[in-house]
């Protein structure tokens, strides 16, 4: 028979529960009129898109309510804040409040963790009644599913599908093996890194072709990142190129420069006087009319060579490839040099 202790702590979860209910409600309608997230992610969405695999247990650990995003099934009976949405919910989330204002308190649950955010594995009703007392962290035993993936609390869907996007990159170029400390390739339109990938496809045709025989694209990719791409992140960083178009990324000024040399090559040929990442800054400063720093002028970065050699049988075989196979590429004569 519970005490009266417990009963009085019952009847107390049962007045928490249907504030919570009532601030679920106005909270989750605003948050929609704001554009802002809503529900609890899927694990399993999030898990599939990720395309995460390993499973690595960590711990017992002191875990940021905050952080807590998303539950493995329960995602839906519950608010972005966790707060319930069902009725029907009631009698046990007031008695884990019970248990919770008892001399027990409560046991650990379990989450998964996916970059700096959480999911639930066994649990959500103790989260979610730890966030309504007011907790701010709670004890967890945590399993991380390593990812190069920078996911936040404050995510939207439209933040997953760029994820899923740059993941799916990831996967396809194997930077994630091949570079595992490399820097985050983020892009304002997701749609891009087919562009990226296009640029990688071409310069393992140019390795193959120097090299008399077929490079992996694995290697391909990690020596585009190792003398392209990071030289040209290194420049833009060096000159804080972005402080003033916050728009941007550093990605897509990276895709901006390497368009832009390759119209001036085109239009002037070796005629043309923008031939280096740096040449390229100042053009784009120039373009932004923001201030050029007398030293990117001097600047001795490496000329950036963009394929001389007749790749057209090599692109195209790899086109015919990839179509084949349904992976989507971009067109021929998008990334034909």
């Keep these: 028979m519970p005490d009266e202790h417990d009963q009085m702590n019952y009847a107390q979860g049962i007045n928490a529960f249907q504030g919570a209910r009532m601030r679920g409600f106005w909270t989750e309608l605003l948050n929609l009129v704001r554009g802002k997230p809503a529900e609890l992610l899927s ?69 998964y963790q996916v970059g700096d955010v959480y999911f639930v594995r066994d649990g959500n009703h103790r989260v979610s009644v730890a966030r309504q007392m007011g907790a701010r962290t709670i004890q967890a035993h945590v399993t ?49 890194y087919d562009d990226l990938l296009g640029h990688i496809y071409v310069h393992q045709a140019v390795l ?23 030289p040209a992140i290194t420049l833009i960083r060096k000159y804080n190129v972005l402080a003033k178009d916050s728009h941007r990324t550093e990605g897509d000024l990276y895709l901006w420069m390497i368009d832009h040399l390759r119209e001036m090559v085109e239009q002037y040929g070796e005629e043309a006087t923008t031939r280096s990442f740096s040449d390229a800054l100042v053009d784009y400063l120039a373009h932004k009319r923001i201030p050029v720093p007398k030293e990117l002028l001097t600047e001795k970065d490496s000329t950036v060579e963009l394929a001389k050699v007749d790749l057209q049988d090599a692109l195209q075989a790899r086109y015919d490839r990839e179509q084949a196979g349904g992976t989507a590429l971009a067109r021929r004569e998008d990334i034909q040099p």
């Design 43 to 111: 694990f399993e969405d999030v898990r599939t898109r990720l395309r995460l695999r390993e499973e690595d247990y960590k711990g017992l650990q002191e875990i940021p309510l905050d952080k807590i995003v998303g539950s493995v099934g329960r995602y839906r009976d519950f608010t972005r804040n966790f707060q319930p949405k069902r009725q029907g919910m009631q009698e046990r989330w007031s008695r884990i409040y019970a248990q919770a204002s008892g001399m027990t308190g409560l046991p650990p649950i379990e989450l």
């Design 144 to 192: 991380e599913l390593p990812t190069s993936i920078c996911l936040t609390p404050d995510m939207t869907s439209r933040d997953l599908d760029e994820a899923a996007a740059y993941a799916a990159f990831l996967e396809q170029t194997g930077l994630a093996h091949t570079r595992p400390h490399h820097q985050a390739i983020e892009l304002s339109e997701a749609s891009r």
């Design 208 to 230: 193959s072709s120097q090299r008399g025989e077929e490079v992996p694209l694995d290697e391909a990719a990690a020596d585009w990142y190792d003398t392209v791409y990071r």
